[in-house]
């Protein structure tokens, strides 16, 4: 199955941004969709966003209000998130995800494989 490993997380002042990145090893990343959920200390894991295998089709958690953005470059079998605008509420462990086929949505039912996490935390 696909390896992944996440990067990019780290301390940010509220209103700052970071781009995570999810480096992909292990089969043909091109051919499956990939997404990003995040998990807060006593929360439940939560669906931020996720991107088809073309590129062309993404899906965002309502609550983002356009403040992030999921891309992928297939040609360095790498999926990216930007964010921006970032709240304290956006602290949480980011992990990225590999899907069954080629579109997934927000159930994590739909991904086959996660990494490990990285660690954003948002300071006020």
């Known amino acids: 199955q696909v390896q992944l490993v996440e990067s990019g997380g780290g301390l940010v002042q509220a209103g700052g941004s970071l781009r995570l990145s999810c480096a992909a090893s292990?089969?043909?990343?091109?051919?499956?969709?990939m997404g990003w959920f995040r998990q807060a200390p006593g929360k439940e894991r939560e669906f931020v966003a996720s991107i088809a295998w073309s590129g062309g089709t993404t899906l965002y958690l309502d609550s983002m209000k356009g403040r992030f953005t999921i891309s992928r470059d297939n040609a360095k079998n790498t999926v990216y998130l930007q964010m921006n605008s970032l709240k304290p509420e956006d602290t949480a462990v980011y992990r990225c995800a590999a899907g069954f086929r080629p579109y997934s949505g927000t159930s994590i039912e739909e991904y086959a494989r996660w990494g490990q996490g990285t660690q954003v935390t948002v300071s006020s």
């Open positions: 292990g089969r043909t990343f091109s051919s499956y969709a």
